[in-house]
């Protein structure tokens, strides 16, 4: 089907040993983190540059920014030099619970864990301040001023106050994963068929724009740029998504039964995808 080409992959020699959980793109590369404990990052045709053991452990999330990869491990987060892989001397608090999600506003680090807390750093390291959500959360995005949090079942829109604490704004119909881009959109799993995807507003008042089809099984991860939406599933499928008329663009299927661990985009049409079992591949979206 077209829209959506598989343009390449890693070398056999060169993929983790692990499940890619993290992946980001940062300019012109391309950063993995795996269940092997692995750093690894790529040019844009995912040639191998360099790499890293970062940690003992499996890595969850990755974050590229500004010339600085932060990796995430449990209760751990390390930052090293994208162009070297040296680590820097970045002294992050540990977390008090294993984290799940770990992402970046541009101004900070922020780290949601099992607990329904939120950890947020400076980009250099330095603890800011520790927020509690009123849910357990699965994944979380910051934007303008307001945490939205995803558990297994139902998004929270959630104001901070300077108590740590925090004021429910809005409840939604939604689970794991969360993809936030553009001007307007906000992306996230059915609530009612883990399948299946649902887009809302990312602005206030938050309206539900659509829902759309997504895979034969659960939906594992998303990324979002413009107006299309990339998923990916344990069907072994990236499926892209036009997310304001509902429409499938296109689909890929990876052979050998694999699951689409991870997604991440440059926002200009490229789209590379962490595999199960250790691999990276680019795709083209038209």
């Keep these: 089907m077209g829209g959506l080409e598989l343009l390449g992959r890693i070398e056999e020699n060169d993929k983790h040993s692990g499940d890619?959980?993290?992946?980001?793109v940062h300019e012109d590369k391309v950063v993995s983190g795996a269940d092997d404990g692995k750093i690894k990052v790529w040019d844009s045709n995912l040639k191998l540059l360099k790499e890293t053991q970062a940690f003992d452990n499996a890595i969850q999330r990755v974050v590229a920014h500004n010339g600085i990869v932060y990796a995430l491990s449990g209760r751990f987060i390390k930052a090293f030099d994208l162009e070297t892989l040296e680590p820097k001397d970045y002294e992050f608090l540990p977390l008090e619970k294993d984290a799940n999600a770990m992402r970046t506003d541009g101004e900070c680090i922020y780290v949601g864990d099992e607990y329904c807390k939120i950890t947020n750093y400076g980009l250099d390291g330095t603890y800011y301040n520790r927020v509690e959500l009123v849910e357990q959360?699965?994944?979380?995005?910051?934007a303008d001023g307001l945490y939205f949090s995803v558990r297994d079942r139902g998004i929270t829109v959630q104001e901070p106050r300077k108590n740590g604490q925090v004021t429910v704004i809005k409840t939604m119909r939604g689970r794991s994963p969360l993809s936030m881009w553009g001007n307007g959109y906000l992306a996230c799993c059915s609530q009612e068929n883990a399948n299946d995807i649902v887009v809302y507003e990312?602005?206030?008042?938050?309206n539900h724009l659509k829902d759309i089809k997504g895979h034969d099984k659960i939906l594992l991860s998303m990324v979002g740029w413009g107006t299309h939406l990339a998923t990916g599933s344990y069907d072994s499928k990236v499926k892209l998504h036009d997310?304001?008329?509902?429409?499938?663009?296109?689909?890929?299927?990876v052979p050998g039964g694999v699951f689409i661990m991870s997604l991440a985009t440059n926002g200009n049409g490229l789209?590379?995808?962490?595999?199960?079992?250790?691999?990276?591949?680019?795709?083209?979206?038209?």
């Design 20 to 24: 890619v959980e993290g992946l980001d």
């Design 137 to 142: 959360l699965f994944d979380v995005i910051k």
């Design 202 to 206: 990312k602005n206030k008042p938050f």
């Design 243 to 253: 997310v304001d008329s509902g429409s499938l663009l296109g689909e890929v299927e």
């Design 271 to 286: 789209l590379y995808a962490g595999i199960s079992g250790g691999a990276v591949m680019k795709l083209k979206a038209d």
